[in-house]
């Protein structure tokens, strides 16, 4: 707990003015509040590369991993208020870290302003390749006929797996035993060697193992089903009601950015998102492109913000200390 509270502290003194700059007399920064080589890194990555070419000027990413979404977010805020730097983030760090931290250095829907959504990133429900379960409903029938409680897996307590976890139980009737890990690498790695029984996870973390025959896909967390997984179908189709997780990534601007700066912005990022080529490469790696008004996106962010609210409150869902 001193450890994340050090971390955060330092974030916010970090927070000092920068020198103004016209917005286009520097490259675009887009900063991660994850390490590289994961889901994120990824769509930042492959949208830099387009994005640079519609707003005819440098894009860059830089990984600010830490204090739960923190570091990134306040290295945003930091920057200055000229537009030229943006946050990307998952719906965690904007929408459900406000409900598990009581000393969050930074108020997504004050601090920043949206920009676009760029992908709807939904969870996907994976169990072991030899499990006998060929849905996740026969996966909850036997979990629950079964005495022992059944382990299961997630990234963390508090983090969008978890609490497709908790959805699940609360709709179905059944009760797992959550066995949190220090991020989903891990909870893969014991996933497949039978020491827990399945898993939430973003099709873009799981698509690899899934393809691969290394874990079984029995459910999507979704209205719909996902195009880069078409077989699988969504919970609700299985008779489960209300499991129905976005794990949405989304870039974000300082508040104070010049409401023409983030109108171009979001021109811009649209764009790109459209390209067939940015469309397809994303869609590969488990990701689906989705851009939005930052209208759409700031009604988004306060629904999803209340729902998992609401979510944590009545399970009393506390963070991994």
Same mark, same amino acid.
């Given at each position: 707990m001193k450890k994340r509270h050090v971390l955060w502290a330092a974030a916010a003194l970090a927070l000092v003015p920068a020198a103004f700059a016209q917005p286009n007399a520097k490259p675009l920064r887009i900063v991660s509040s994850f390490s590289p080589g994961g889901p994120v890194d990824f769509v930042a990555r492959a949208l830099a590369e387009q994005l640079g070419h519609e707003l005819k000027r440098p894009?860059? #990413?830089?990984?600010k991993p830490g204090a739960n979404g923190a570091l990134g977010a306040m290295e945003t805020l930091r920057a200055g208020a000229d537009g030229s730097t943006l946050w990307i983030t998952s719906v965690g760090a904007a929408a459900v870290n406000p409900s598990l931290h009581d000393k969050l250095p930074y108020n997504t829907q004050r601090d920043f302003a949206p920009v676009s959504l760029v992908a709807n990133n939904v969870e996907v429900?994976?169990?072991?390749?030899?499990d006998p379960a060929t849905d996740a409903a026969a996966f909850v029938k036997s979990a629950k006929a079964d005495k022992a409680s059944t382990p299961m897996a997630s990234s963390g307590s508090g983090s969008i797996p978890h609490l497709a976890l908790i959805q699940l139980e609360e709709s179905t009737g059944a009760r797992f035993l959550h066995v949190p890990y220090k991020g989903m690498a891990p909870a893969f790695t014991d996933l497949m060697?039978?020491?827990?029984?399945? #898993?939430?996870a973003d099709v873009a973390a799981v698509i690899p193992?899934?393809?691969?025959g290394r874990l079984k896909a029995v459910g999507i967390a979704s209205s719909k089903r996902h195009p880069g997984l078409p077989q699988v179908k969504t919970?609700?189709?299985q008779g489960i009601k209300a499991v129905d997780t976005n794990n949405w990534y989304a870039l974000f601007a300082s508040a104070k950015a010049p409401a023409p700066v983030r109108e171009q912005l979001n021109t811009a990022v649209r764009a790109a998102l459209a390209n067939p080529e940015l469309s397809a490469k994303l869609l590969r790696g488990g990701a689906e492109p989705k851009s939005s008004s930052p209208q759409e996106l700031a009604a988004l962010l306060k629904a999803d913000t209340a729902k998992w609210a609401a979510l944590i409150k009545s399970r009393d869902v506390k963070a991994d200390e």
């Open positions: 894009v860059i #990413v830089e990984n429900f994976v169990i072991q390749a030899s060697g039978g020491q827990v029984k399945g #898993v939430f193992q899934v393809n691969g919970f609700e189709e």
